[in-house]
């Protein structure tokens, strides 16, 4: 048997049991120190790092009588992150291995704080866990490696959902998961899922299997400039309608993107405005947060309309070239918008609800920023 010192994140008890798959009661732990380290925030990212420090000291846990299994395990987590396993010996003189970074890996920034990471990191970080630890066995780690962007963005979706409050007439029944199957996972996934539901009579219904889309929260925001009355939007071509067989895939839109981990939908509206349209926006008026298809998919948006100065020279194309994207912008009066939506000539269901939110508040908006005073008086 071995034994592991841990300084970082697995001293979050569930994070623990996820990677050892057992219980915390199952794991033989207790508090150690290792001389001569210093555990420092890594700079690129929300995790420890550690290095040799003479004067220094780590505290941690040690876990003890761990066998080639659970060093499997460990491994396959940890595989993402170029750490060696390193012989040491502990304050009280007990060996023990440490995972240690590779030389130049991560960049010490300052002291790191476990508490202040569990209280912003750890829930995102267990379920992105779960779903690391659901493919060993099943998919090599580089394969893992590669999607793991968007397994943080997956479980970032989870630790948002926890947020909304949606329905309130709706029925909170009783609802139980009787299997569940990744089937396909890459940038997207695809889950089976059998089920039982308790029913508006209050019994329960038979077995039902059902698929799920699974994705992570975008946001969405449509630019509208109320001194010129126009909007902004942006073009692309997109995979629905090129896989519905559609002869129009090139289409129009908010500009839109994938929320990122520890990111808020306002902060990713605004930094997805720079990148696709280079446009910085000003306030940002809530339209809605909804499901894109709750029937069959996770997808789910917060759309906003920005205000924006949308000047003439303002369109061209953008995108980051790193995600394949090639977008170009088109600016409208709020009019043909609105003459393109009652003709139902917008495609994209959050354009259609953003032009007819937009057509409830635009008087607002337009006496807002007409009386407006500049900033600093």
Not at 83 to 91: E, Q, S
Request: net charge negative; aromatic share 8%; charged share 25%.
């Amino acid at each position: 048997m071995r034994h592991l010192f841990i300084y970082g994140t697995l001293r979050h008890l569930p994070l623990l049991e996820i990677v050892l798959g057992r219980s915390a009661g199952a794991i033989d732990l207790r508090p150690a120190t290792l001389p001569g380290y210093r555990v420092s925030a890594a700079a690129e990212g929300p995790f420890p790092t550690i290095e040799t420090c003479e004067a220094a000291q780590a505290e941690g846990l040690l876990v003890q009588g761990l066998s080639a299994d659970d060093f499997a395990r460990l491994d396959f987590y940890e595989g993402a992150f170029d750490y060696d396993l390193v012989p040491v010996t502990l304050a009280d003189g007990q060996a023990a291995e440490v995972y240690l970074p590779q030389p130049g890996r991560w960049t010490a920034q300052g002291p790191w704080s476990l508490a202040q990471w569990e209280a912003d990191w750890a829930a995102l970080s267990c379920h992105a866990a779960r779903e690391v630890m659901s493919y060993m066995g099943k998919r090599p780690r580089a394969e893992v490696d590669a999607m793991f962007p968007m397994i943080r963005r997956r479980a970032h979706q989870q630790v948002l959902a926890k947020t909304g409050a949606h329905d309130l007439l709706a029925l909170d029944g009783k609802i139980e998961i009787t299997g569940r199957d990744r089937v396909y996972a890459k940038f997207f996934a695809l889950d089976e899922i059998s089920l039982r539901h308790e029913t508006f009579d209050g019994a329960m219904s038979e077995e039902i299997d059902r698929a799920v889309f699974v994705s992570a929260d975008a946001a969405l925001v449509l630019p509208y400039d109320p001194a010129r009355d126009r909007v902004l939007l942006v073009e692309q071509i997109r995979m629905g309608p090129l896989a519905r067989g559609d002869h129009t895939c090139w289409q129009l839109e908010p500009i839109a993107g994938h929320i990122d981990p520890g990111e808020t939908p306002q902060a990713a509206a605004r930094r997805e405005a720079l990148e696709e349209a280079g446009i910085t926006l000003g306030a940002l008026e809530p339209v809605g947060n909804v499901y894109a298809s709750p029937g069959n998919a996770t997808e789910f948006f917060h759309i906003f309309v920005g205000l924006a100065d949308l000047p003439d020279q303002i369109i061209g194309t953008g995108g980051l070239a790193s995600e394949g994207e090639d977008i170009r912008s088109h600016l409208m009066s709020f009019d043909d918008l609105m003459a393109l939506a009652d003709a139902q000539a917008l495609a994209n269901a959050p354009l259609v609800a953003s032009a007819y939110w937009l057509a409830r508040h635009r008087e607002r908006l337009r006496s807002e920023s007409a009386t407006a005073k500049p900033d600093g008086t």
